[in-house]
């Protein structure tokens, strides 16, 4: 047994699919247990792990457990995550071997769900939006780690790009700097989370599955490592409307600034604010996004496997 082993459980059916070559789809953790409320966070998860089977793959949802890594939760751990809900500690890179140590429960944001899948062999995961460089960062130096991640963790993200709520224009400056590729799927545009157009280019627009899965083949087989950014805009139909959203959003930074939230809490605090205004129609934009991400993830991790 390696050092990584006993920390590590990989699901049979996950280690079955990695050791015969058929596609593997990560997703994170942070969406169940912060993300939403107790039942609808589990239904959630519940119905992405059901799209990522439909279009071809296996899921593979990821979080901590009694400080092991878990990669294929079941259904009851799941469930268990939902109801816990916020009393799971929200995990990133630097979290990770405190919870181990500790034997504590910790559910993976993007940068710890890379990690983790990473250690697993797992090349393609699915999730919302990414984390970024928040607004007003030039005074707070407020950077999520997500990004430091994408630039050292080889593992593709398929996001309806990064959280609006960020400040998207040094995102993709800071993504540059650090050589992570940033794909639009049938789009030049970098999509802006809640809706499908934010005003900034990505780096290169691929029209297929089949595209984008030659182009990380390519790139990993050359020994570039770190992640790629996919892009995948929110449906049409599920877009909202980009002034009410960007006023919406105005308001609850202020909100938040007000009361002090800062750090790790700082997303978790604005997606609630925005949701509680919206009357709900954020969190159901937010939902369909994610399916549609995971939906794109299988196929991508399909084609991966035969590139």
Not at 47 to 61: D, K, L, Q, S
Not at 85 to 103: C, L, N
Not at 208 to 232: D, H, P
Request: net charge negative; charged share 20%; glycine share 8%.
């Amino acid at each position: 047994m390696t050092n990584l082993d006993q920390h590590l459980i990989i699901s049979d059916e996950v280690k079955a699919a990695l050791a015969a070559n058929k596609p593997v789809v990560a997703l994170e953790s942070t969406i169940i247990s912060h993300g939403m409320p107790y039942p609808r966070n589990v239904e959630t998860a519940l119905n992405v792990e059901r799209v990522v089977r439909e279009n071809g793959a296996i899921p593979a949802t990821i979080a901590i457990l009694n400080g092991k890594l878990i990669v294929g939760l079941s259904a009851e751990q799941i469930e268990y995550l939902g109801k816990a809900g916020q009393a799971v500690i929200k995990t990133s890179r630097r979290d990770i071997p405190f919870i181990v140590a500790g034997k504590k429960d910790g559910a993976t944001t993007v940068a710890s769900t890379m990690i983790l899948a990473q250690m697993a062999g797992i090349k393609v995961f699915a999730t919302g939006g990414i984390g970024g460089v928040h607004r007003d960062a030039q005074n707070t130096m407020d950077i999520s780690a997500d990004l430091q991640e994408l630039a050292n963790t080889s593992v593709a993200v398929i996001c309806a790009g990064v959280k609006s709520i960020l400040d998207i224009g040094l995102t993709l400056e800071y993504l540059e700097t650090y050589g992570v590729p940033v794909i639009g799927y049938k789009t030049r545009q970098m999509p802006a989370f809640y809706t499908i157009e934010s005003g900034f280019e990505v780096d290169y627009k691929l029209d297929s599955a089949t595209e984008i899965a030659q182009s990380l083949a390519a790139k990993w087989q050359l020994g570039l490592k770190g992640g790629v950014v996919i892009a995948n805009p929110i449906p049409k139909e599920y877009s909202m409307d980009a002034k009410e959203i960007a006023n919406t959003i105005d308001q609850a930074i202020i909100d938040m600034q007000a009361q002090g939230v800062s750090g790790k809490d700082s997303t978790p605090f604005l997606l609630a604010r925005i949701a509680k205004v919206t009357e709900g129609k954020s969190l159901d934009s937010n939902i369909q996004l994610v399916y549609n991400n995971a939906a794109l993830g299988a196929q991508i991790a399909q084609q991966l496997c035969l590139a």
